[in-house]
């Protein structure tokens, strides 16, 4: 399965995309709002993570940006952030994101992520 990594963590990012190819899965890690922008019309994800807390355009935006794309459908998007309130997670699933997930997140959580998404999907 294709999986889109979009934090402007350098390390994060790089941490998650190794992990997710460990799993057997195919990533594409971006550090910008724009840079997922263009890898999402040519990789095609099927699972997107995406960092909340992105410059220029946060993943709010970017996640209401790609829910307007009808060519990018369907892809389940998955929001990782630092804040993990009530309030946090309605903002995440109001711009669209299937799953709010509080950062660092554990392998283990990755894997159930894409396991159950594959299963589903």
Known sequence: MKVLI?????DSAQTLGTLVDLLGHESCVTHSAESALDALAAFRPRV?????????????????????RS???????VALTGR???SDRADAHAAGFDLHCAKPMPMGRVQEILRDFDCSG
């Open 6 to 10: 979009t934090d402007d963590n350098v």
């Open 48 to 68: 997107a993570f995406l960092d909340i807390g992105l410059p220029a355009m946060d993943g709010y935006e970017l996640a209401r940006a790609i829910r307007t």
């Open 71 to 77: 060519e990018l459908q369907p892809i389940y998007l």
């Open 84 to 86: 993990g309130t009530p």
